[in-house]
Nanobody, 122 residues
């Protein structure tokens, strides 16, 4: 059974850093593309970053140069390193999995995590 479990969220001041983790507890997603999305209060869930099974990655322009997605296949874990955080980064961050990069970018997600809250104070 696939289960994505996120951790690492919290409260941080503007300019600070956090690292989110997402563990694939079922160890079945090694060939999937993995991604992070986020949803701020009253807004739609939006794409943040994605990484393919062979380490190709992409980030939305609003986080480029500040956030970095990575994955450790041996640990079945995907990370999102977030630096220079801004108040507008405040959101619930969701881990996601899809069979390909193109499906992630089309929003056709097969599995979602439960989300982890990130709050950035000014």
């Amino acid at each position: 059974q696939v289960q994505l479990v996120e951790s690492g969220g919290g409260l941080v001041q503007a300019g600070g850093s956090l690292r989110l983790s997402c563990v694939d507890s079922g160890s079945t997603l090694s060939r999937y593309a993995m991604a992070w999305f986020r949803q701020a209060p009253g807004q739609d869930r939006i794409f943040v970053a994605a990484i393919s099974w062979n380490q190709i990655n992409t980030h939305t322009d609003r986080v480029k140069g500040r956030f970095t997605i990575s994955r450790d296949s041996a640990k079945n874990t995907v990370y999102l390193q977030m630096n220079n955080l801004k108040p507008q980064d405040t959101a619930v961050y969701y881990c996601a999995a899809a069979r390909s990069f193109s499906l992630v970018q089309a929003g056709q997600i097969e599995f979602w995590g439960q989300g982890t809250q990130v709050t950035v104070s000014s």
